[in-house]
Structure formats: C-alpha cells, structure tokens
C-alpha cells in the first residue's frame, strides 16, 4: 500500500505502518539519516509524491521513528505528532459510531416477529383493512355480482395466476421456492382455464380482457421471477392462502348471486380437489415457510412485497369497478335468467329450492337489524380473506 502526500513532504506513520494518521513535514525539514528496508519489506512506507519509488521518495524503517523524531524534530514534530495522535482518535470513533449504525441497520428486520407468516401477516393488517373497503368485494358480498364484472375478476385472476405459475415453476429448485412448491395441490390455472371456456366459449383465449391494473401485476410477477425469485414467496402466500382461507363462500355467493349450477361450472377456480383439509394444510405450508432460511434483509423484503401485493389487488378491482356498466354496478337479472337457462332443468329447480327454503330466514333477519348487521360484517371480512391471505 502507498500513502499519497503533497509534493515536497514526507509523510511519517508513527505508529509502525500505515494508518489513517500521517504528519506531513516539508522536505527541508531536517532529519537525521534513518536505516532504510528494501521497498518490498511489508514494514516499509512509502513517502513522497505518486505511487512509486523515485527520485522524490524516502524509505523509512518505522522502527526507528520514535527515537528520530524527539531527536530531531523538536517541538515542532512533537506537536504535529500530538496532532496526528488527535486525528486517529478521532478517525476511530467514528468508525466506531459507523460500526455501530450499521449494526442497528442489520438489527432492525429482527425487530419483527421470527416466523416469516407471522411476520407476513403483522405487517399486511393495515392493507387488508383497505382490501375489506373496496367497492366491488363490498358489493361482492351483498350478492350484487354483475355478471361481467364477475366475468372480468375471473379473466384476471387468469392473468395473474398464469404468470405466478409459470415464474415459480421457472424457480421451482430456488431454496426460498421450493419448500413450498405445491402445484399439484394449489396450481390455479388449469381450472381457471375451465372457468374461461364457461364464460366466454372456446375462443376464449381471444375474447378474455386484459386491463392496465391486471397487466402491470403480471409484469411486477415477471420481473420478480427474473430479479428476485425470493420475493415470490409473498404473492404465493397472499393468493394461495387467501383462496383457500375464503374460497368456499365466495363461490357459494358467486352461484347464487349469478345463479350458477351447483355442480361448479363458472367457479372451478375456488375448488381445491387435492386438498382434504384446508386447514391442515394451511399449517403446513406456514410451517414450511417459516423454515427458510433467510436473512433479515430478504425476510425485509419479502414483506414489504407482501404489502405490494395487497396493493396491486386493490388497484385491480378499484380499476374494474371503474370499468363496470352503470347499469350493471347494483343488478344482475339477466346475467341470472341467461345462465339459469344454460344450467338447464336441474339448476333451476334447485335454485328454486334454495330460495324457497331461505324466506324464514330472510323474514328473520328483516326483523333483527343487530343480526343483520352482525351477519353482513362478517360475511365481509370472509369476502376479503377470499383474495387476500390472513
């Protein structure tokens, strides 16, 4: 290593080698002759001017120094060494205090809670909140489903889960991915694809829209698949878990609201055949993620990409709300007669049933508003865990 100093002066390390601290004394100064080492002795320093040995250059042996200086420096070198000693310190403690507000940088993800799903769901309580407001899911959960926004929710959620799919299957042997790559269990897309064919018919592919919300939610999906693979393990865990948290009753709103058949044709996507016990397995996948091993900077990162995700949802139906037909926001009658129609003889008659045995209830509830109330809120709050996990 070589210590740069102003032309004309010699830099002196006092302290053996080379540190943060020099003196610099002019050329002239006058200074008794000093053994010197060969310059590639690692004890040797370098003085003078540029990087390498020249006319302009000293070598010292820094074992010599002390004696030399008090010899033949004086006062003067006593006090510019006194300076030197001063810089040091200096130097240190605030390398120190660099030391130190680095450690409370790193310590600071530690401050969450140590289980990863523990940590996801703390810090995405604030956004859900936002997700239980948003007009359509509180619409969604009055039964007021307009056909084509319902239409528009499933052609997204294809969308996004085509490209979440695609990417953690890309990722599959990542070591945050693969502890939990369950595809058979929880892959969306296939059924999907069925719910596409119902509603828009075997040119589907062609036909199915693709809004602005939707689009950059794939691409946010995309580019984490290609950047960040880790990351992924947040999006999974809001969407699978969220669908499996409130699937059941949001398609059973969906069937009666749209008067689906209540063999499942429309609502494949909220159906998970390879999972018996929704449950159990929701224990599973959260103990499977709370085992890997990550840093607190990535654990970070994954949750505040947990709230990303909420956010990209939120937008998405904000923006189909937008999109919707007035006239199709608080209505659905032809979207039921038509698809009644297409359920054929079976569907009707059940859905006929269905009604018949839901007027005492509706005449109860039309006489207790506390009940009513009670009922509506919680059907919210399960709307909500729907599309976002818990």
Same mark, same amino acid.
């Given at each position: 290593?070589?210590?740069?100093?102003?032309?004309?002066?010699?830099?002196?390390?006092?302290?053996?080698?080379?540190?943060?601290?020099?003196?610099?004394?002019?050329?002239?100064?006058?200074?008794?002759?000093?053994?010197?080492?060969?310059?590639?002795?690692?004890?040797?320093?370098?003085?003078?001017?540029?990087?390498?040995?020249?006319? *302009?250059?000293?070598?010292?042996?820094?074992?010599?120094?002390?004696?030399?200086?008090?010899?033949?420096?004086?006062?003067?070198? #006593?006090?510019?060494?006194?300076?030197?000693?001063?810089?040091?310190?200096?130097?240190?403690?605030?390398?120190?205090?660099?030391?130190?507000?680095?450690?409370?940088?790193?310590?600071?993800?530690?401050?969450?809670?140590?289980?990863?799903?523990?940590?996801?769901?703390?810090?995405?309580?604030?956004?859900?909140?936002?997700?239980?407001?948003?007009?359509?899911?509180?619409?969604?959960?009055?039964?007021?489903?307009?056909?084509?926004?319902?239409?528009?929710?499933?052609?997204?959620?294809?969308?996004?889960?085509?490209?979440?799919?695609?990417?953690?299957?890309?990722?599959?042997?990542?070591?945050?991915?693969?502890?939990?790559?369950?595809?058979?269990?929880?892959?969306?897309?296939?059924?999907?694809?069925?719910?596409?064919?119902?509603?828009?018919?075997?040119?589907?592919?062609?036909?199915?829209?693709?809004?602005?919300?939707?689009?950059?939610?794939?691409?946010?999906?995309?580019?984490?698949?290609?950047?960040?693979?880790?990351?992924?393990?947040?999006?999974?865990?809001?969407?699978?878990?969220?669908?499996?948290?409130?699937?059941?009753?949001?398609?059973?709103?969906? #069937?009666?609201?749209?008067?689906?058949?209540?063999?499942?044709?429309?609502?494949?996507?909220?159906?998970?055949?390879?999972?018996?016990?929704?449950?159990?397995?929701?224990?599973?996948?959260?103990?499977?993620?709370?085992?890997?091993?990550?840093?607190?900077?990535?654990?970070?990162?994954?949750?505040?990409?947990?709230?990303?995700?909420?956010?990209?949802?939120?937008?998405?139906?904000?923006?189909?709300?937008?999109?919707?037909?007035?006239?199709?926001? *608080?209505?659905?009658?032809?979207?039921? #007669?038509?698809?009644?129609?297409?359920?054929?003889?079976?569907?009707?008659?059940?859905?006929?049933?269905?009604?018949?045995?839901?007027?005492?209830?509706?005449?109860?509830?039309?006489?207790?508003?506390?009940?009513?109330?009670?009922?509506?809120?919680?059907?919210?709050?399960?709307?909500?865990?729907?599309?976002?996990?818990?």
């Amino acid at each position: 290593m070589f210590a740069l100093v102003p032309r004309g002066c010699v830099a002196i390390s006092w302290g053996g080698g080379l540190s943060p601290g020099y003196s610099y004394f002019p050329r002239d100064t006058h200074l008794p002759s000093l053994p010197s080492l060969p310059f590639t002795h690692p004890q040797c320093i370098k003085a003078g001017c540029g990087a390498g040995a020249g006319a *302009n250059s000293v070598l010292f042996a820094p074992g010599a120094l002390e004696t030399a200086e008090r010899a033949a420096l004086g006062t003067r070198s #006593q006090a510019l060494l006194t300076h030197g000693s001063a810089n040091r310190s200096r130097e240190r403690r605030e390398e120190k205090e660099d030391i130190a507000m680095e450690t409370v940088q790193a310590e600071q993800p530690d401050s969450m809670p140590q289980d990863l799903s523990e940590a996801l769901k703390e810090a995405t309580k604030e956004v859900h909140t936002q997700a239980e407001n948003v007009e359509f899911l509180k619409n969604f959960q009055k039964g007021q489903v307009p056909r084509e926004g319902f239409k528009m929710v499933m052609s997204s959620l294809y969308h996004i889960y085509l490209a979440l799919e695609e990417e953690l299957e890309r990722n599959k042997t990542h070591p945050a991915l693969a502890p939990v790559y369950f595809p058979e269990e929880l892959n969306r897309t296939p059924a999907l694809e069925q719910d596409m064919e119902f509603w828009y018919g075997h040119q589907w592919r062609k036909q199915i829209p693709y809004t602005a919300a939707t689009e950059k939610y794939v691409n946010r999906l995309r580019d984490l698949g290609h950047a960040e693979p880790e990351l992924l393990v947040a999006h999974a865990y809001t969407r699978y878990l969220g669908d499996l948290s409130g699937g059941q009753i949001l398609k059973k709103i969906a #069937q009666k609201s749209l008067g689906l058949p209540s063999t499942g044709e429309g609502v494949a996507f909220f159906s998970f055949p390879a999972i018996t016990n929704a449950t159990k397995f929701k224990q599973l996948y959260r103990s499977r993620m709370n085992a890997i091993e990550m840093s607190p900077a990535t654990k970070k990162k994954v949750v505040e990409e947990a709230q990303t995700s909420f956010l990209l949802n939120i937008q998405m139906f904000e923006e189909l709300q937008e999109l919707l037909p007035k006239n199709q926001e *608080n209505g659905n009658v032809s979207g039921k #007669q038509e698809l009644r129609k297409r359920a054929g003889d079976k569907g009707q008659g059940q859905t006929s049933t269905e009604t018949a045995a839901q007027k005492p209830q509706q005449s109860l509830l039309s006489h207790s508003p506390l009940l009513r109330w009670i009922l509506t809120f919680s059907i919210v709050a399960t709307v909500a865990v729907g599309f976002y996990a818990m």
